[in-house]
């Protein structure tokens, strides 16, 4: 009980940090329907169960219904009272049985719902708010575990494929080795040939090797009479490159000393006038295309205007055309509407005679619906005469209801004292059974020590008489031999 009215203490200052959100009943009703409760359990669960005043036998059942859920409890385990418990009146202890440990599993599982301060009270005695704070860390814990188990689960493939693939690999690479195994291993009727063949193959080596150093000796030998040679003619090549160079610079210096001779410069003129007379001959071919391109532009522009004037004329004539046939249609358009009109007329006609009617039926049918409303009202004056009524009756009977709960109020507060003095004398009762139980184990303590001290004072006098029995025999044994 000390324990109970500390942990209500710390609840006022950790209600205000929380790390889940308390949600509504509603939703918590429908989350343990879904997730928790099974079958008939979930049907009749409902919000009355938990607000305003919470049903012990539920919420225990809740919290059976989680432990199961999340560490897998089996009902019996509930049931089952700890072997090593030296207690008197085991009876006594086995309907309280399931509730303890029910209260001392939510201990243990509540921490993990960042509820610290799980009470016995919680199991016996619930309350609303501290209801919905608990089921809301429970609620929080269990949706992070189905999140988290998804997780878990997709890991756990992960894993479980891996580990397959890696028993393939290894049964694989035991095959391979095996093989290698078999193939490297020489059998006993072959390791004769098997010494023969590798000793030759590793005199051929020996050879090969003796061999191949004289004449790879040989060969770096005359790469590097090569590389000499080959340096030798890379520096004649470049000398060379060089007087060329210069000799192609000797030579465009004597070209540009050098005259030309006069019968070229005069080749030269004859040619430069023979192309001025053809640009000449040439030019005049372009003037006179160019004339007789000027005159038949200026007959087309004259073409052209004449052209422009007649189309001119064919679009006039065509707009008086359309004029016409414009001017027709409306006059048939005109003469259509005019027999339209007679027919609106007509049936226009029709339809006043028809509405007049309408009218008439409509205005005798206000008459019998105002009757009828008349009527209702009627019926409803006396309907709410007779309700008012009612309430007044259930008023003067919710007035004594109230009394009744009054009166109850008190009996449930003289019940709760006197369960109060109740307690104050059972836990003094406890007290005293307990050191009486206490000064019952020191007696029976020192009572098995006696016991203990009388039993090997009477194995030391057995063993003392043993042993005086056994000289007395020695001695006759002696005796009689003797004799």
Request: aromatic share 6%.
């Amino acid at each position: 009980s000390i324990l109970c009215i500390t942990a209500l203490k710390l609840r006022v200052g950790k209600m205000t940090t929380l790390t889940f959100p308390i949600q509504s009943t509603s939703s918590i009703v429908n989350f343990v329907r879904q997730y928790i409760l099974v079958g008939s359990e979930a049907k009749s669960l409902g919000k009355n169960d938990l607000v305003p005043n919470p049903k012990p036998e539920v919420i225990q059942k809740i919290y059976m219904r989680v432990l199961q859920l999340v560490f897998e409890y089996r009902p019996e385990q509930f049931y089952v009272l700890p072997v090593g418990l030296d207690l008197p009146y085991m009876e006594i202890y086995e309907g309280f049985a399931a509730l303890s440990n029910l209260s001392t599993l939510m201990e243990q599982f509540m921490p993990y719902c960042r509820v610290p301060d799980f009470c016995l009270s919680d199991v016996l005695d619930p309350k609303t708010k501290r209801i919905l704070y608990l089921l809301s860390g429970v609620v929080n814990y269990i949706h992070f575990r189905q999140y988290r188990q998804k997780d878990y689960m997709e890991h756990l493939s992960k894993y479980k494929s891996a580990l397959e693939n890696v028993h393939q690999l290894q049964k694989l690479s035991e095959d391979a080795q095996m093989k290698i195994d078999k193939l490297t291993t020489v059998p006993p009727e072959q390791q004769a040939e098997f010494k023969v063949i590798s000793a030759g193959v590793q005199e051929l080596q020996q050879t090969i090797n003796q061999e191949y150093r004289v004449k790879d000796v040989a060969l770096q030998e005359k790469i590097a009479q090569i590389k000499a040679v080959s340096a030798e003619k890379n520096k004649k090549l470049s000398q060379k490159k060089l007087d060329l160079a210069t000799m192609k610079e000797d030579q465009e210096r004597m070209k540009s000393q050098i005259v030309e001779s006069p019968e070229r410069r005069k080749n030269k003129m004859e040619k430069l006038r023979e192309n001025v007379m053809k640009l000449k001959h040439e030019q005049q071919e372009i003037n006179e295309k160019y004339e007789n391109y000027r005159d038949k532009i200026a007959f087309g522009v004259h073409w052209q205007l004449e052209v422009q004037s007649s189309c001119k004329k064919l679009q006039s004539k065509e707009a008086i055309l359309e004029k016409n046939k414009h001017i027709l249609t409306e006059m048939r358009n005109e003469e259509e509407q005019i027999a339209n009109d007679n027919n609106e007329l007509k049936s226009l006609a029709s339809e006043e005679l028809l509405s007049k009617r309408n009218v008439n039926q409509k205005k005798e049918k206000m008459i019998k619906m105002d009757t009828m409303l008349k009527k209702k009202r009627e019926d409803n004056e006396r309907h709410s005469q007779d309700v008012i009524e009612l309430c007044n009756r259930i008023q003067e009977k919710r007035g004594t209801v109230i009394e009744q709960m009054d009166q109850v109020q008190k009996e449930v507060k003289k019940i709760q004292s006197k369960r109060k003095v109740l307690l104050e004398i059972t836990e003094k009762e406890k007290m005293q059974s307990q050191e009486i139980i206490r000064s019952l184990k020191v007696g029976l303590d020192k009572y098995h020590e006696g016991l203990m001290k009388v039993g090997e004072r009477s194995a030391l006098r057995r063993r003392e008489k043993i042993a005086e029995l056994t000289r007395l025999m020695n001695r006759r044994k002696n005796t009689i031999e003797q004799k």
